[in-house]
């Protein structure tokens, strides 16, 4: 077991109606309040309307538009001018991972004096930030409960993780019901996204047993909850399962002493909706099996049996490499059952940047310390695989 | 799945070694430290002139032999004293759950005018507290990652659950190494002193798959590790598990969105070492199994029949009941294969004071608001039938 040190002190409010209790986290944070959000979807289901009801004694100031795969151009850059220009003392993220990660950058960026890109590539260290809250509209990145944000810039094609344990949220707000108007497509992503998650923690070295069947029961949990939620986009129960195992899938809880597994197929994925704009979830969904393919070895095997015979529920006294190919295969099968197109030619990638793509992963992911390493001809080898 | 609030803002720093950033994590919080400790067992393996050496710069009053089920008087009272008389700054608790939740209330009376006994009683409300941060020698309570203590008064026979959120410990150092000498007697309590507080959150109406799984991985790694540190008192791995699995046990991460249970083998123990100072583990090892029998019906069949199969692996194809009654009877084997008595006569006590201890737990303990609400007279039953 690895030594490690964890510390997650984001407040979790839980369930339906929580919202009602804003005012109360926002208060002792401050009266000038940037609230940040996507699309339209807010203020159709209601919930932009009741956030400013109940913030109606705070000065807000908004930044709308906010994209998936968020941009760093507009919206971090607009984000801290806003914070700066207007004294904001707390930022309010009202949406999915996308709104949450770009409102980390801008927490952090609203407290430097120089470009913020330099925070975010880590060639300056983060030393302050912003306070943030959130209330979650999507269950997918689990952004909502780690320091994690995921920054895209179009101009370079980069697409960079950034965190700082300055950027935690204070309080996250999960009411299910604002998950009930998720699409198919997007539900479908965020069941596969935190699957994946749990999936670069499992596919380790050295695990312990119960941070095996904690991934187990999350990964078991989705399976069975993602496609009631599809089934019946208003099944409570189901929403706010699947809602709470995306929020613990991604803040590290699952594989503390575990050996450290690089989370390949995230490093691969970032180049994809760097360069293509696709769903990350979906992405992940794509190249998850073929990564598993991959690096299936006699070094491997005895994980993907565990794997197969726990999450599967595959006849254990089946032979090894039976296993593992059914359990792999059973992956994809079950993200294609929920509707996910599984190659890239289906999400408008095809071969003519594959090489370019490889390059650029292999240069900056880091993949060669990943469990199973990956190099440049590893990375095109799987993508290929992908198309 | 029920609303919830969490939060659980305690950093962990874990492994071997980890206790070299004591001064880097106590600096911030004061130079004037409170240490506690139990009896000598930290000087003999060490870790008292260690902690000393790496504490040379600060300011050190010393609060000494605090005992199992700790004691109002003279501890938490000594503690306070010391706190107010020397201005400490923060409380350093070296041991086990009984340092550290004395150090609780410590923390909590050193900021408060009355008489500590108000805030533990929840008559005065907690509004202020000392950090405190621990050295963990002893897996078992979970006391470094939640806010509880329990507190016994020996004049009242009173032993009374205390817990505000103020009482999270900063910071919990665990290093496995340092439960090396816990003894067989104190390892195998430990043990099923975690695994009844899985049982206190797993046994109730509402779950969720993804709790669940958590509170069955966590009993499953417990039966396969407390175990190898009974056989092999250094197995690195073995201690270093089940030091995590404990810590996981108790701060309620295992059964967010589950209903409440009421804790009752827990209301019922702490009446027994209250009027008989009994090794708590070894008190809620032996009651656990009766106070399972005794609950298993119609109702609570199903709860049985899903922890028989999943935990102890029982075939899912045999009759419900038969399966109930297996994996109670493989509840009671475990323990007593790790070396704990399993009936009260064997720990001193005899049917003297049932009658006075049922009232007494019927009375403070708010056990008719538990999953299978008891009284008086179920109180007594179980009691007789642990004899």
């Not at 208060?27 to 932009?48: E, Q």
């Not at 912003?130 to 780690?146: K, Q």
């Not at 904690?214 to 986009?233: Q, R």
């Amino acid at each position: 077991m690895q030594n490690f040190d964890y510390c997650t002190p984001t407040r979790l409010l839980f369930g339906k109606g929580v919202v009602s209790k804003l005012p109360e986290v926002l208060a002792p944070l401050g009266r000038k309040v940037l609230l940040t959000y996507g699309g339209g979807s807010i203020k159709k289901m209601g919930l932009y309307q009741k956030v400013k009801e109940l913030l109606k004694d705070f000065e807000i100031v908004e930044l709308s538009g906010i994209q998936p795969n968020p941009k760093y151009d507009p919206s971090v850059l607009d984000g801290v001018r806003l914070c700066k220009e207007n004294g904001v003392e707390v930022i309010l993220a009202v949406g999915g991972g996308s709104v949450l990660d770009c409102s980390k950058a801008i927490a952090a960026g609203a407290c430097y004096d120089g470009d913020p890109w330099d925070l975010i590539t880590g060639k300056v260290q983060t030393v302050k930030a912003l306070p943030m809250v959130d209330i979650l509209t999507l269950a997918a990145t689990g952004s909502e409960y780690d320091t994690y944000g995921v920054i895209s810039r179009t101009d370079t094609n980069d697409k960079i993780g950034y965190g700082h344990k300055l950027l935690y949220p204070v309080c996250s707000f999960l009411d299910p019901t604002y998950t009930f108007t998720v699409s198919k497509w997007q539900t479908a992503a965020g069941c596969a996204d935190a699957m994946n998650h749990i999936m670069e923690q499992y596919f380790t070295g050295e695990t312990t047993l119960m941070n095996d069947g904690f991934c187990e029961s999350i990964l078991k949990s989705l399976m069975v909850n993602g496609p009631k939620c599809l089934e019946n986009p208003e099944d409570y129960t189901a929403r706010a399962e699947m809602m709470f195992c995306c929020t613990l899938a991604c803040n590290g809880i699952v594989a503390q002493g575990n050996s450290r597994s690089g989370w390949p197929c995230h490093g691969i994925e970032h180049a994809l909706s760097g360069y293509y704009d696709i769903t990350h979830g979906v992405g992940l969904a794509i190249i998850t099996p073929h990564w598993m393919r991959y690096i299936l070895s006699e070094k491997t095997l005895d994980r993907f049996v565990k794997y197969g015979v726990n999450v599967f529920g595959i006849d254990a006294s089946l032979d090894k490499w039976e296993i593992a190919r059914e359990a792999i295969d059973a992956t994809a099968a079950f993200f294609a059952s929920m509707g996910i197109p599984m190659t890239l030619r289906e999400v408008g990638i095809d071969d003519s940047r594959i090489g370019e793509m490889a390059r650029h992963i292999a240069e900056t992911e880091g993949l060669e310390e990943a469990w199973v390493p990956l190099f440049e001809k590893d990375i095109a080898a799987i993508l290929t695989a992908s198309l």
